[in-house]
């Protein structure tokens, strides 16, 4: 699941608009992850994770029968919906004939969009133009089904370190200054919309020479690297230094979430190279058994003096236009417990009731019976990605 | 621990209950039919304007010079040094705009078309869900051209601004000759032609007259004057001009030509309603277009034209006249123009009057006893867009440039239902801001004259001709005398001219609610129909309005709303039911100086107040009767 995290070329799909493109280069040595895994495993601990969610308002208009003019207001959801009915509208709309089945497909749809709807075999030599409508431009229709494909085959990122500070805030919408004659009119509007502020830290700056085996061909031939065996010497950079920032696992993270913030579950117009954008998707994010839909609102980090070899902190604010609690009641209330076996517990003088440390199996913690099937915090379908 | 939805002790807390609309607005400047307009001469290069584009407004509105607009552009140097070379701005008045936004809503449908044939089908995808595939139109807001431009250099940044102005502008000078000298000099071909009655269009029905002038695009050539001795008079009216295939052409005609390529029919349509808001085709406006009243009036009249089913030689197009209009779709038609919306023919006084109240009958220009007149020496000019107003005050009917930049005649929708609309449906999350204006009327009595034959305007003296008063007592208690008159020729019998004044008095008054509406950028809306506001139940008619668009800002639509239509409470007693009393027992219809008395229903469980249904019917006519 998220304990691996996905090579970072896994994002270069992702569009994030005319005016930036994230190229990737052949990485001759091994980005290195020091975090522990385990902690990224939803069922363990509390990932921090974001997803790209498709249009709302599009995957509505997809999933259903013509009707016009399509509701705007009811978009995304009902006021009763929860995440699960959020996730079933994307594997819906995952079902639908516009998704692309292999990466071939994709290639052949993103070349298309790229000939202005032309298509040129060049098996047969022979060219084939889409139909082009007058009203709405073919191509750019192309564009929005390539890009939504691009969405639907992002993997979630998950980030290796948590944040070390979420903040949620829920702003009242109210005013209270005007007067009368015998005090203030007060007018309640409800709450802003949830914002949310992010600042984490990366992790170091690591990565480690390549072994492989030699039985199968390594993309770094003819980059430096040999081309069977052991390596014996490298020419790519390794160890915790600032060269290896860019070959480290915690760079990549980083720069994985600026992709998502580049895009920001946008559809761009990369045919017009406009700003103008076609299509308003979300970013999920998933902690803490909840999961905020919304977008982001700025992005920094820092480089300084002194983390020089990692350590890059971030901040980002989110504001949240749906927010789901995606709890569920799955384990008994029982007496806490030390961390540790200790006698100032009430339990350690009998024995059978001893408590164990941590991660020992013959736990008191029995589970439950799920009331409910188990339910990811993050959204399963994307958890699973279309050939890519 | 469960979530917060099955929480028993956070029950009323509901998430995502309040709605975010996700929309992604777009406009787009066409000049001169292009996204970029020419830059240097020599090596044809051209400039796209569309990166210099920051802001754009645009205005439109049911009345002839309602339609405008301005956009904002931001120049960096090295363009502006293009744009503005040598001192000569390439941005210049005269050019032609059009303006397109990108929709509020989604459509469907637009890509039904895509097939696995095609190039689509390489790439391996289902066609059949192109059909469900949505996309946001971008519809036409504004055509119009560029009244002035300007420029200005500051800090190293060149601003422009352009204004502009409707196609419509240019109809305040483009004249009609209504009666040109007997003696002038004119060019050739030249539509200048005396008249005895005064004005070519006297007598002449509405439709007529603004088909005449959609169709005569430049209208007259100034100058025509009359003159005693060819010496005393120098003019280059009759110059003409060598053309590149060698002959000589009035310069007349040339301008003629260019401006029938520039309002031809393909690129400004004219769009005519009739009485019942029926659109007319273009050969169905042909038809009403070109024939006068007395032609018109007989084939409406026609029991072959009005019964359906009347076959006879309806389909032979060639035999009459109302088998023509048969052929062209007007059958049973003659109630779009004419049409009796208050008075029933049964009981008329004057029984030439079938159907009482007849469009063709009602001329902007009518005969009066000093208006017959032959100029000598003098040429009379009118602006086409005045005559045009002058029909449109006759009438009561609309004429305007559309958002798409048809012209349109029609008349007011004030009663449209429009609730099945979403465009035309302002729900709670549409509205930014609103403010509704009550003011007091214009006026509390009416008093509509006639002459004593129809079709002649026999002036203002009270002791010629017929009258009808109404008076609104109501208002009149509320607010005084306030006095309105009209004069009209397309009536003489006092009963009519009483219910015109009683319709003349609603007009006039149509802006005593009024409200503005700001909403987010809805370029699908056009001006002239209602809008309806579920909060309000009730409906506003869209005079007026404007989309401010500003790239990287709020975008939004405000619209300048009048003659309310809300739910009626009847007059009744005040107060709690009696014991076996029913809510309608307590509805007098007949004491209307009893307050308000809203019924109320129940809607779902929830009590709601209801309007009086059929008001108008259930009003003892008498009361009001001038018998």
């Known amino acids: ?388 | 621990m469960p979530n917060l939805l099955d929480r028993p002790y956070a029950g009323n807390f509901q998430p995502n209950a309040r709605r975010v609309v996700k929309y992604t607005p777009d406009a787009l400047v066409y000049v001169n039919g292009d996204l970029s307009i020419p830059g240097c001469p020599k090596c044809n290069g051209r400039i796209n304007i569309q990166r210099f584009v920051k802001s754009v407004s645009v205005e439109a509105g049911v009345h002839a010079g309602a339609a405008s607009g301005s956009i904002q552009l931001a120049v960096p140097v090295i363009w502006g040094d293009q744009l503005f070379r040598e001192g000569r701005m390439l941005l210049q008045p005269g050019l032609e705009v059009h303006i397109y936004m990108r929709g509020y809503f989604p459509v469907q449908g637009q890509f039904a078309h895509l097939d696995t044939a095609d190039a689509v089908g390489q790439t391996g995808l289902n066609q059949g869900n192109f059909d469900n595939f949505p996309t946001y139109p971008y519809y036409h807001v504004f055509h119009g051209v560029v009244t002035s431009a300007d420029y200005s250099y500051s800090d190293g940044f060149y601003s422009a601004s352009l204004q502009l102005a409707s196609m419509l502008h240019f109809w305040q000078f483009h004249n009609i000759a209504t009666n040109a000298a007997l003696v002038a000099v004119k060019p050739d071909g030249t539509r200048a032609q005396p008249n005895i009655w005064g004005n070519i269009y006297t007598n002449m029905h509405p439709y007529a007259i603004i088909y005449d002038l959609y169709r005569s695009i430049i209208g007259a050539p100034g100058g025509i004057e009359g003159i005693a001795r060819l010496d005393t008079y120098r003019t280059n009216l009759n110059a003409t001009i060598t053309t590149r295939d060698g002959q000589d052409r009035l310069i007349y005609s040339m301008v003629q030509l260019y401006w029938e390529e520039r309002f031809r029919t393909s690129i400004q349509s004219l769009r005519m309603y009739g009485v019942n808001g029926k659109l007319y085709n273009a050969v169905q406006q042909a038809y009403i277009g070109r024939r006068n009243s007395t032609k018109l009036n007989k084939l409406l009249q026609h029991n072959q034209h009005l019964d359906l089913d009347a076959q006879s030689n309806a389909k032979d197009p060639f035999s009459r006249s109302f088998a023509v209009a048969k052929a062209i779709g007007l059958e049973g038609a003659g109630l779009d123009v004419t049409f009796a919306p208050s008075m029933g023919t049964e009981g008329a006084s004057d029984e030439k009057e079938p159907l009482d109240f007849n469009m063709t009958s009602i001329f902007a220009f009518t005969l009066s006893p000093g208006s017959a007149n032959l100029n000598v020496f003098n040429t009379s000019y009118m602006p086409k867009l005045t005559i045009a107003q002058q029909v449109c005050e006759a009438t009561g009917f609309e004429f305007y440039q559309d958002v798409d930049g048809d012209l349109v005649f029609k008349p007011p929708f004030y009663n449209l239902d429009t609730r099945s609309s979403r465009v035309y449906r302002l729900e709670d999350i549409d509205i930014i801001s609103f403010s509704v204006q009550e003011k007091e009327p214009q006026a509390t009595y009416c008093t509509v004259k006639s002459g004593l034959i129809n079709s002649l305007n026999t002036g203002s003296d009270p002791s010629v001709g017929n009258r009808g008063t109404f008076i609104d007592w109501r208002l009149v208690c509320k607010y005084g005398w306030r006095p309105a008159d009209m004069e009209i020729t397309y009536f003489s019998n006092p009963k009519s001219l009483f219910f015109v004044a009683q319709h003349r008095l609603d007009i006039l008054n149509i802006d005593i609610h009024s409200a503005q509406v700001t909403i987010p950028l809805r370029p699908e809306m056009r001006p002239g129909y209602p809008v309806y506001i579920p909060s309000l139940d009730c409906f506003y008619y869209i005079t007026a309005l404007s989309h401010q668009f500003s790239f990287g800002s709020a975008c939004q639509t405000s619209l300048t709303l009048t003659a309310r239509r809300a739910k009626v409470f009847a007059p009744g007693l005040p107060g709690p039911l009696q014991e076996g009393e029913n809510a309608i027992d307590r509805i007098k219809l007949d004491e209307p100086w009893l307050p308000e008395r809203p019924l109320e229903i129940m809607d779902n469980g929830i009590p709601r107040w209801a309007g009086f249904p059929n008001l108008v019917m259930a009003l003892d006519p008498l009361k009001l009767n001038p018998k």
């Open chain 1, 1 to 388: 699941m998220a304990r691996t995290p996905p090579p970072a070329l896994l994002y270069q799909p992702l569009p994030a608009g005319p005016g930036w493109k994230r190229t990737y280069e052949i990485q001759a040595n091994v980005p290195i992850d020091g975090s522990r895994g385990i902690l990224r495993d939803s069922s363990v601990g509390s990932p921090f994770t974001l997803s790209v969610i498709p249009p709302p308002l599009l995957m509505d208009a997809m999933n259903r029968e013509r009707k016009e003019p399509i509701d705007v207001i009811s978009a995304s959801l009902r006021v009763n919906d929860d995440f699960t009915a959020f996730q079933e509208k994307i594997t819906e709309f995952r079902s639908n004939g516009i998704v692309t089945k292999s990466n071939v497909q994709q290639t052949r749809l993103e070349t298309l969009v790229g000939n202005n709807g032309i298509f040129f075999d060049p098996q047969t030599g022979q060219t084939n133009q889409a139909n082009v409508l007058g009203i709405a431009d073919v191509t750019q229709a192309l564009s929005v089904i390539s890009q939504l494909n691009a969405l639907l085959a992002t993997p979630p990122l998950t980030l290796l370190i948590n944040p070390m500070a979420f903040s949620i805030v829920r702003q009242k919408k109210q005013q209270y200054s005007d007067r009368n004659r015998s005090g203030y009119i007060f007018m309640a509007w409800g709450e802003e919309q949830v914002r949310l502020n992010v600042s984490g830290r990366i992790g170091a700056y690591y990565a480690g020479t390549r072994y492989f085996d030699g039985d199968s061909p390594q993309n770094f031939q003819g980059h430096g690297g040999p081309s069977r065996g052991r390596i014996s010497t490298t020419t790519s950079p390794s160890g915790n230094q600032f060269a290896t920032m860019r070959d480290s696992a915690s760079y990549q993270n980083l720069m994985s979430l600026l992709t998502l913030f580049r895009n920001n579950g946008y559809i761009y117009d990369l045919v017009g190279e406009s700003e103008a954008h076609w299509w308003i998707g979300m970013i999920a994010i998933s902690y803490d058994q909840w999961t905020y839909a919304g977008h982001f609102e700025n992005f920094s980090f820092t480089h300084q003096e002194t983390t020089m070899r990692g350590g890059i902190e971030f901040t980002f604010d989110f504001v949240a236009s749906f927010v789901f609690d995606n709890a569920q009641r799955n384990f008994q209330v029982l007496p806490i417990r030390a961390p540790t076996p200790s006698p100032s517990e009430p339990l350690w003088s009998d024995p059978t009731k001893r408590p164990l440390p941590i991660g020992t199996t013959r736990g008191r913690l029995q589970p439950a019976p799920r009331l409910n099937p188990p339910l990811s915090p993050v959204a399963d379908p994307l958890r699973a990605p279309l050939l890519r």
